[in-house]
């Protein structure tokens, strides 16, 4: 004769075989969670810094999956009716230590269960009731994806606008950078032809002066010639006027003779 389970409990479960860790850290999580409505039990489970919580999650989904896909249930109408875990099977190990012996390492493992269960209308509307008076209403899961959708196509519009506004920048300086370089270059032509202007005025004001102090120079050397000149024709001249009388005395004479 069969009947039903009298320990069975009512709801959607998921389970998590042989979890590599011991019943008692599983339960301090599940501790948190139980009683607690879907979305905040992942929630709590995000935010909690125990390792079990990973694990925990995922039987969690797995749980609220199996509703939904096996009974049509809305995951914004369940919440976490029980979820406990078992012992499982001890890996025995042994570890060598001074003086000959051996001590046991236990490697626990355990047998994780959610179950979840939907509100009753009367239940459901309550809590309805209260979050709409405090400013927090529960969105259904079409409302969350299309809330998240919109979030990361903000996000990915943001990072395009991002990436414009850096292009822009990067444009911009290398259009400064360009401009600075002609500029400079520019200037440096500038004084290059500055520089050439004025050594071509510091050569012609050498020559310029040389020039002069050449003629001073030269001036004085040129009165010596002339006067040296004069004195040499006037030697020459005074010569020629002796030869000139020399010449007449010698015509006389003969004249006389």
């Known amino acids: 004769m069969?009947?039903?389970?009298?320990?069975?409990?009512p709801g959607?479960?998921?389970q998590h075989r042989h979890?590599?860790?011991?019943?008692?850290?599983?339960r301090l999580v599940l501790d948190l969670i139980r009683g607690k409505s879907v979305a905040e039990a992942r929630t709590i489970l995000q935010f909690s810094e125990r390792g079990a919580a990973e694990p925990i999650a995922k039987v969690l989904d797995s749980a609220v999956a199996n509703a939904a896909n096996n009974n049509d249930i809305p995951p914004e109408e369940l919440f976490v009716a029980t979820a406990y875990a078992d012992e499982g099977p001890t890996l025995k190990r042994w570890r060598p230590r001074a003086r000959g012996r051996a001590t046991r390492i236990r490697k626990r493992t355990c047998h994780i269960?959610?179950?979840v269960g939907r509100y009753s209308v009367e239940e459901y509307d309550r809590i309805r009731?209260?979050?709409a008076s405090s400013g927090r209403t529960a969105p259904d899961a079409a409302t969350s994806r299309a809330r998240r959708v919109a979030g990361s196509r903000k996000g990915a519009k943001a990072a395009e606008a991002e990436a414009e506004t850096a292009e822009a920048e990067t444009a911009e300086a290398e259009t400064a950078e360009a401009e600075t370089t002609?500029?400079?270059e520019t200037t440096a032509g500038d004084q290059a032809v500055a520089d050439e202007t004025a050594t071509d005025e510091v050569v012609t004001?050498?020559?310029a002066e040389s020039a002069e102090e050449g003629n001073d120079v030269v001036e004085p050397a040129d009165a010596e010639d002339a006067a040296d000149e004069a004195a040499t024709e006037a030697v020459v001249a005074e010569d020629s006027a002796e030869l000139a009388d020399e010449a007449a005395a010698d015509a006389d004479k003969k004249d006389e003779d």
């Open 12 to 14: 959607v479960r998921a």
């Open 129 to 131: 009731a209260r979050q």
């Open 2 to 9: 069969t009947g039903a389970k009298t320990n069975e409990r």
């Open 113 to 115: 269960t959610i179950i």
């Open 205 to 207: 004001d050498s020559s």
């Open 19 to 26: 979890a590599g860790m011991s019943a008692t850290k599983a």
């Open 182 to 184: 002609e500029v400079e």
